[in-house]
């Protein structure tokens, strides 16, 4: 049983129908520490005796006058679907074959004018799902072997065929892990997130500007002007 898509259904439960109690916190701590790979598993995790039906199932043997036979008929093969249908099973965390593409590239990096023979084979790799959606089906140990692989190639129309050892990485053993989540980036702030500065830093921001400002153009002449004392030449000087 996919139980991922089991927690996803039931924190939309909330939202969809209020008839329910909220689902407690530590039903969520059982079903991620424990081993359920069934629904007795899952039964005696919540230490309940039967899993109850659905109370709007109906009841074959009771039939009312005035009911549509129609719409009995319809869900009399509901019914017959559902108990015909066989239990889901939890696809656990393991091994499993799955098929690996050998890419050209794998073979000879150099080359594109070949073909690989076989195109794909089997290797063993980790699959599955966990309990608990903060951790992952990943691999714990890997071994890796080598296959040989004919590189076809065509010389003068006439196919010429090469043997090429090719490694491949086989998954030995694997564990429900925790799933790595980078940290968050340091992020600039933004127009609103400046606003909100203090006034003392942005006061002292201001004054840092201010005191970096160049004088005004006619100061720095007087400066060049300073051995000259005449107030009436250095005003001639200035107009000149």
């Given at each position: 049983m996919n139980?991922?898509?089991?927690?996803?259904f039931i924190l939309s439960l909330p939202?969809?129908?209020?008839?329910?109690d909220p689902i407690p916190e530590d039903i969520y701590e059982i079903l991620?520490?424990?081993?359920?790979?069934?629904?007795?598993?899952l039964q005696r995790a919540l230490q309940i005796d039967s899993v109850e039906q659905d109370s709007s199932s109906l009841n074959l043997n009771a039939t009312q006058p005035d009911q549509n036979p129609v719409?009995?008929?319809r869900e009399r093969r509901s019914l017959d679907a559902v108990a015909a249908a066989e239990t889901a099973v939890l696809a656990e965390c393991k091994t499993r074959e799955v098929v690996f593409e050998i890419s050209r590239n794998m073979v000879d990096s150099t080359n594109a004018n070949f073909v690989v023979w076989p195109p794909c084979v089997e290797v063993q790799r980790c699959s599955g799902c966990c309990n608990n959606r903060n951790v992952q089906c990943r691999p714990t140990q890997i071994r890796v072997r080598?296959?040989?692989?004919?590189?076809?190639?065509f010389v003068q129309k006439k196919p010429k065929f090469t043997k090429v050892v090719v490694p491949l990485e086989d998954h030995v053993q694997c564990r429900c892990e925790a799933v790595f989540r980078p940290p968050?980036?340091?992020?600039?702030?933004?127009?609103r997130e400046q606003r909100r500065l203090s006034p003392a830093f942005t006061t002292a921001a201001v004054s840092q500007r201010r005191r970096v400002?160049?004088?005004?153009?006619q100061k720095r002449k007087h400066k060049k002007y300073k051995h000259v004392n005449d107030k009436k030449v250095l005003k001639e000087i200035l107009i000149a």
């Open positions: 139980f991922g898509v089991v927690f996803a939202l969809a129908r209020m008839e329910g991620g520490g424990s081993s359920v790979r069934s629904i007795s598993d719409a009995l008929s080598h296959v040989q692989v004919n590189k076809i190639e968050p980036r340091n992020i600039r702030p933004g127009p400002r160049r004088p005004p153009a």
